[in-house]
């Protein structure tokens, strides 16, 4: 117990210990989660139970590097307002000592249960993982009940991230695994007491589904229903890029098809990214009360630049997104924010009927700012080149020729340009939410959905227009928080 207590208050004191200089941060975000200190990753236990929202996360908190893993805690009512809870989960056992991994949460009998893996790497290099259970009775204190799925056979201990839900009268797990054959595949359990679990086999993978080989590892799987379709979304490790997809280090993206209730197998048609941004991964879901299928994920990623982000000056590094809703049309997932965000919005202004003149650039003395949301609505869908420029450092454009929609900003590294890329057969509208180091673009009511972390100059708040051709639009913005 006294390891236990030391470490969870080891943590507190390093938030306490690093408060100020966190919070002087002129990169600080406003109105998303991010940690108190250290390092934040996966979103996970993303759970509304009684009205209140839960959201866990990966967290370091004793540097901004990714070492042993807690799991952190906000609460919500209004997924606007969030309130920091005490630790969940430590790393304080033989089965987690080197880190809580992903996992999900589930409401049953009056109680929340957690279900996360537990990580495990012994000096000689071997890795051990296991699939852990904890409970709770008031959703803020945790008490830890140990694995209850260990490694099977078929598989190497890149076997994690479990998401667990309800399916008529049994419970379903849905976990990221890697094969012996170093192929990446999304794998099933059952259980009729959250205790016990049977290992159903893979529901999809590499060489499945008509899938050839698509990435060594798939971390982060959540399968469920939306609009009368079975969803999975995953994050395959390891795929190459083609054309203007796949330039991340790793993607996230899904699947749409049909469950096999009796096979347990998911026939599915292509993978699609869910986000065409440099910074999202890991992205986790829930039902609502309201019936709505919400997303949050981590607005982040490991990469090579990773270790170039400002942030880390003060000793914070990484935050989640914004939460969105999902619907299906046309056969694809579209993502809009959360309608409660609108509680946000001050100081409106709006222009009608802007009109840009060909060549000529435009700002409004009113329309800038490091934390804001802002509405373009076009009265025709754009018909030459379009750019707008946000502090000198993000560029957005469309051309309708090539019908190629453009995200641009500066490398971390270097300052040089780097570019994300997606097809888009019109642009008829653009929802932007600006925060100080985050930008997150919504496409055509959420067609396509482009995220970004970028590190602008601090009295740098401009932003600006431009076209081509003459086009006119309306212009909707307000500040947030």
């Known amino acids: 117990m006294t390891k236990i207590n030391n470490l969870v208050e080891d943590a507190y004191r390093r938030v306490e210990q690093e408060q100020q200089k966190v919070a002087s941060d002129m ?11 250290g390092l934040l990753n996966d979103p996970n236990g993303f759970i509304q139970i009684d009205e209140v929202y839960h959201v866990f996360y990966q967290w370091n908190p004793f540097e901004t590097a990714h070492g042993a893993k807690f799991w952190g805690h906000f609460t919500s009512t209004d997924l606007v307002n ?21 996992g999900s949460a589930i409401e049953h009998d009056g109680k929340m249960y957690l279900f996360y893996t537990g990580n495990v790497k012994e000096d000689n290099g071997e890795r051990s993982t296991y699939q852990c259970m904890a409970v709770s009775e008031d959703g803020i204190s945790f008490e830890k009940k140990g694995p209850v799925i260990h490694l099977p056979k078929g598989y190497t201990a890149h076997f994690r991230d479990p998401k667990v839900w309800k399916s008529g009268n049994e419970w379903l797990m849905v976990l990221g695994a890697q094969n012996l054959k170093h192929e990446g595949e999304a794998v099933l359990y059952r259980s009729d007491n959250l205790f016990e679990w049977e290992f159903l086999g893979p529901a999809a993978g590499s060489q499945m589904n008509e899938l050839e080989e698509f990435g060594y590892m798939w971390e982060c ?16 490790q390891g795929l190459e890029p083609e054309g203007d997809h796949f330039h991340n280090l790793y993607q996230s993206g899904y699947f749409i098809g049909k469950l096999d209730p009796q096979t347990k197998r998911l026939q599915h048609g292509t993978f699609t990214e869910l986000d065409r941004g440099f910074d999202f991964y890991a992205p986790q879901t829930t039902l609502d009360s309201e019936g709505r299928r919400l997303l949050i994920a981590w607005m982040g990623i490991t990469d090579e630049m ?12 990484h935050a989640l997104t914004i939460p969105r809703e999902l619907k299906i049309v046309n056969n694809k997932i579209y993502q809009k924010p959360a309608t409660e965000l609108k509680a946000l919005r001050k100081n409106e202004v709006r222009y009608k009927a802007v009109c840009l003149e060909a060549g ?13 949301e802002m509405q373009l609505d076009f009265n025709d869908s754009i018909a030459g080149i379009f750019e707008m420029e946000i502090r000198d450092n993000i560029k957005i454009s469309y051309h309708s020729t090539e019908r190629l929609f453009t995200l641009e900003r500066k490398n971390l590294k270097d300052g040089k340009k780097e570019f994300r890329r997606c097809a888009l057969e019109k642009l008829h509208k653009l929802h932007i939410f600006l925060d100080t180091s985050s930008i997150e673009i919504f496409l055509n009511d959420g067609e396509e959905v482009c995220t970004a972390r970028f ?19 309306d212009l909707s913005k307000w500040g947030l928080k």
């Open 306 to 317: 990773e270790k170039y982000q400002p942030t880390i000056e003060h000793n914070w590094i």
């Open 360 to 372: 000529i650039v435009k700002n409004f003395s009113d329309i800038q700012g490091d934390s804001l």
């Open 27 to 37: 990169y600080r975000l406003q109105f998303h989660l991010m940690p108190p200190v």
């Open 455 to 473: 590190f602008a100059k601090e009295n740098d708040k401009c932003i600006t227009f431009y076209s081509d051709q003459i086009e006119t639009f």
């Open 82 to 102: 969030w309130t920091t809870e005490p630790i969940a989960l430590a790393p304080d056992q033989w089965y987690d000592k080197n880190g809580c991994y992903s």
């Open 221 to 236: 799987p959540d399968l469920f229903q939306l609009d009368g379709h079975d969803v999975l979304i995953v994050s395959p």
